[in-house]
């Protein structure tokens, strides 16, 4: 039985089924309590994620759903127990904002496997007999845990897409040890993939991006990329055959991934991040001649969230963005369908304290 609390109407853009479009409505949160952090939320980055969630992509999305997991803004209340965050500091949130924090995932910092991990959107609520509500609002409430802090050299929008595609992309080029002397492949230059080619160059590797869009190449070599291949050219991919020591899949589309996997080299490695709607079939050979590997990667836990966000401030590195107004959100969402974003679209959340139909 969930306690009855004090709760909040809170102004947000939901939707209430796979078709409809994403609209301004209220949505209860919780008061603070002893362990939370209530923010104020000033940007909200549009991530790929969002889109298979409101759609139910996935199969498993519950409405009303409010999407939005990379989340900055101010902290304008803390409980008695926050010890890391005062009222007036700059906090972020990602994808996750609860877990037990005692099974042995939390405890080795790895949240994110954790089977209590309470996603943003979309997960029982602990608190209230509701699911979770994303970053599309005005206002969050999160257990100090899951706040991170943002370094503040930094521009604060464009740091909102590094709460998820920043640290999707920082924690498995960390695991699988990117660095210099590795041949890296970046497959898919969006939201994630942008990031991934600023990390991969950042941490030291030799960086090649696989892309269906011409029009990227010019910026991806900007961003960091060594070299860039157009993923339809047989006679481009043909030179890089067999060459790559890690590739990071960052598709979010039916696509072959047996091309990519005959891309690397003798105990080579792809890691998918990319989240399609429907499997992706593996030919075995693809993966037994040379020892290959093919794995998967759930954003990061908490603490490398924070090494991940100190690194960027040190770094000077943060996402490249469109700026949109939320009720610019659904015409986003088929923007990114179509490729169509550099690199990633991110909603400034005064726009809808300004919206005269939120309530
Ligand atoms: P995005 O900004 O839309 O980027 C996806 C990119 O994939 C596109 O820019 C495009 O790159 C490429 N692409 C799209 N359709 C394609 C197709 N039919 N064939 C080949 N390439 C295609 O999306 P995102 O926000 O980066 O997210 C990417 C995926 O990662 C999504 O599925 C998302 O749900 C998932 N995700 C996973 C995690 C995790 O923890 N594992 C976290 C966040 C997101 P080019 O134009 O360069 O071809
Ligand atoms: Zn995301």
Known sequence: MIPEIPMNPTKAYSTNSATSPLAASSIPRRNPTNRDVQIEILYCGVCHSDLHYARNEWGSTQYPAVPGHEIVGRVTQVGSDVTRFRVGDLAGVGCMVDADLECPHCKKGQEQFSPSTVMTYGSPDKHLNLPTYGGYSERIVVDEHFVLNIPSNLNLAGVAPLLCAGITTYSPLRHWKVGPGKKVGI?????????????????????????????????????????????????????????FDFILDCVSADHDINEYLGMLAVDGNLTLVGAPEKPLPVASFGLIMGRKSLSGSLIGGIAETQEML??????????????????????????????????RFVIDMESLKGNPDAS
């Not at 070299?227 to 339809?232: A, H």
């Open 187 to 243: 497959v898919g230059l969006g939201g994630l993939g942008h990031m991934g080619v600023k990390f991969a160059r950042a941490f030291g590797a030799h960086v090649v991006v696989f892309s269906t869009s011409e029009s990227k190449r010019e910026d991806a070599l900007q961003l960091g990329a060594h070299d860039f291949v157009i993923s339809r050219n047989a006679d481009e991919m043909e030179k890089h055959a067999g060459s």
């Open 310 to 343: 100190d690194f960027c401030g040190e770094h000077d590195i943060t996402c490249d963005i469109e700026m949109i107004r939320m009720d610019q959100v659904n015409e986003a969402y088929e923007r990114m369908l179509k490729s169509d974003v550099k690199y």
